[in-house]
């Protein structure tokens, strides 16, 4: 009960944290915002992936690692598994490509250009390109690390599968409500099917590496077709 107290409350307060402390959660609907002379604003988009990475990564694993709250269990005690195996890997080799391909595609369309990238600058150097790249891993293997790890883990010791995939995606597309778009309604397909595969694979590793790919993918197509973007070199 403790482990289940714990994932619902890191779900739910701790997303209401992260919106809270977040800033320009919304951005306007047109392609260019000028932004170039203005580095503060990248920084918000850079502070709130690291505020989702310190609430729902580093956080949880201090009250896990450093404290009594689950009687100092380990991750094999709380089915939290990374681990690789052909059945990881066929799931990670079946959908890569098939986001690659998808995005390759979908990404040149107006519509998903006035969202996409996050970041809404003109030259994207080196740096931005990096750190953006970054910090995507971070908060994301840090939200599946939450979701599909503690969320879903702690549901299965109270509830059978179905339910516990229900509840859990459930959650997560709520985490995804406030942007109103295909992202909202996406949430849900890659929510459920996040967590088959996890009960499936016994890992979160392969959750952890689609989420990422498919963010870097989005990001890296939205760039190219851009029309108003671009990569320097410095």
Same mark, same amino acid.
């Given at each position: ?5 714990? /994932?619902?409350?890191?779900? /739910?307060?701790?997303?209401?944290? !992260? ?64 681990? !690789? ?61 939450? =979701?599909?790890?503690?969320?879903? +883990? ?41 967590? =088959? ?5 016994? /890992? ?6 689609? +989420? ?23």
């Amino acid at each position: 009960m403790n482990y289940l107290i714990l /994932s619902v409350t890191i779900a /739910s307060f701790g997303f209401i944290a !992260w919106f809270a402390l977040s800033k320009s959660l919304l951005l306007p609907v047109r392609f260019q915002i000028m932004y170039d002379a203005n580095p503060p604003y990248v920084f918000r988009i850079y502070s709130r992936r690291i505020i989702g990475f310190i609430i729902y990564g580093i956080i949880p694993l201090i009250i896990i690692l450093c404290t009594g709250w689950l009687n100092h269990a380990t991750f094999k005690d709380l089915h939290l598994c990374f681990h !690789w195996n052909f059945n990881v890997a066929k799931w990670v080799l079946l959908i890569i490509p098939l986001l690659v391909l998808i995005h390759a595609f979908t990404t040149k369309s107006t519509a998903s250009l006035e969202q996409f990238p996050e970041i809404r600058v003109r030259f994207w150097r080196p740096h931005i390109l990096i750190k953006s790249a970054l910090f995507w891993v971070l908060y994301l293997a840090a939200s599946e690390f939450l =979701y599909r790890g503690l969320l879903f +883990q702690s549901l299965l010791f109270c509830v059978d599968d179905i339910p516990a995939i229900i509840i859990c995606t459930g959650i997560y597309a709520l985490s995804h409500y406030f942007k109103r778009n295909r992202v909202s309604l996406f949430s849900i397909f890659y929510g459920a099917l996040a967590c =088959y595969i996890v009960l499936k694979t016994g /890992s979160i590793l392969p959750v952890i590496i689609i +989420q990422i790919v498919n963010a870097l993918a989005i990001e890296w197509f939205s760039l190219y077709y851009h029309p108003e973007m671009y990569i320097t070199k410095t």
